[in-house]
């Protein structure tokens, strides 16, 4: 039976598997645990800031150091260090629900998924890690030197990670150092992991590095955008967020040093200052979304084969791009904001590319069963015109708008292609069940009328099984029914296991089935998700 012919049995799935954990008595303090924990991704080479140990999406590959956030962000240790001694209180306790909920400002996903929360006074830490990284076709040596800094309101985190080739497979090279790593001006981001000011939630925050999971909005357009899902082409982009009460905005860049992606959502609440009416019409909300892909590739070089055509630096050889704009309409209405439940709906009018069009409804649920356990939702139905595809940012958007669907057709020329080619109605939905510092569960599911068109992610983190770390993670968007779902290629998954021994130690196994661009020595190149391992050994540095 398609998969579009009945409700999606992994989402049942997930709200059973949720269902049974919720009577589970919580067992963790609001207060740093003692042997630490990790903030990264899978696979070689970049960062994942934001997330606990191996929390494993696409688009970082070496994990960083941030901090643990607060009970009150979504709780997450921090990568393999915690911020001070055991017992000590630089985190503060969160016991309360809130007051009034936060149906104000409903958020799934979060910007990279954890956000920080740190206590008082600056807060040091650090590992230095030695593995063996296997990337794309070859093996190497990776040594990596991290640091996080962290004020009250603020933190960052310098990096040296440098990867030293040991078998070379043809292509060869005669570089010992990866040169893909370090061929651009934005590589050189690299360096800062990420530079942070404020957390997501709070009126005012700002970002700089890598951008892991950033949705604008409802997620209609810009749905968890990934900017460093090609291992080859690191970006250090910007998300910030301003909301003081009445008006307020969020902004994504993908890339400061040769930015493509641009997005802007201002937000107004005009009856904000009538605090004689209800609740819901005081935090009415009217959004506008403007932006686009203003580089976006609508032609690519190719071979005789279908293969595409390199530069000199292993590039794609792009030969011609166009500006693709998107605009937006949105309007947000939370019906209820209490300690223990928020429901917010909200409706979606869209534009991408002026000729294409769309309708999303859709709604935000959230319940809150004490101050460490809660269970999110987004639930949406929504319609699109025959030049239109929903959530057309994503997270393999690096990759699409290159190479979309395997015709060689870029994303944009898609499109305008005829895209689809006729309307059709589609559900979105996402679920995520978060006990803090225990687990965190994802799953994400999209359906619409039409071939490849179904999208499937999950994500399950323990972080804490006695001194082991356990991170599992698939994604596989545009698949067509079941045994299209099975395809190797186009599909993006990772597990990774880490121990910690003698407070200060700690060895780490990744599996990882990652994007990169596969190169020969004809220079014909191709788009696959290929598997790699990472082995490795590391120590922690507390500052």
Known sequence: MSMRSRPPVALTAALVLTAALLGAPARVGARTQGDGSFDPPPAAGEVEPGRPDDALEPGGRQEDVEPRPGIDQGDSDPEVVPLGEEGSDIIPRQDALPPEGRADRPSLPRVGVDVLYPGAGVVGQGTAMISLNEAGEDLYLFLNMRAVFVGRNWAFGPRLPLRLRLVDHAPRTASVIRKEDWDEISDFARLLAFFQVGHPGEPYFLRFGELPGVTIG??????????????????????????????????????????????????????????????????????????????????????????????????????????????????ELPLVSRPHADFVPYVDLNSIDVQGAGVHIGAYLTFRFDALKEWRLRLEYRYSGSHYEPDYINPFYEIQRVSYRRDGRTKLAWLRDGGPGVGRSGFYGETEFRWSGMMNYTLVFANDQGPDNTDLMMKLELPHLGPIRLGLFFARLDFDGIRDFFGANDTVFAASIRYNFLDRFYVRFRLVNDWWLEHTESGSSQYRTKTDFDFGFGLIIRL
Not at 274 to 280: D, E, S, T
């Open 218 to 331: 409802h997620g209609t357009m810009v749905n968890r955008y990934f900017n460093t899902i090609d291992i080859d082409h690191y970006q250090g982009g910007i998300y910030a967020y301003v909301d003081p009460g009445i008006i307020g905005a969020e902004l994504l860049l993908d890339n400061v040093f040769d930015p493509d992606i641009f997005a802007v959502r201002a937000f107004l609440r005009p009856m904000n200052p009538l605090r004689g009416l209800p609740y819901a019409l005081r935090k009415l909300k009217i959004a506008v979304t403007a932006g686009g892909d203003f580089q976006a590739p609508t032609e690519v070089a190719h071979d005789a084969d279908g293969g595409i055509l390199t530069d000199d630096d292993f590039h794609p050889r792009i030969l011609s791009t166009s500006a693709m704009p998107f605009f937006g309409l949105d309007l």
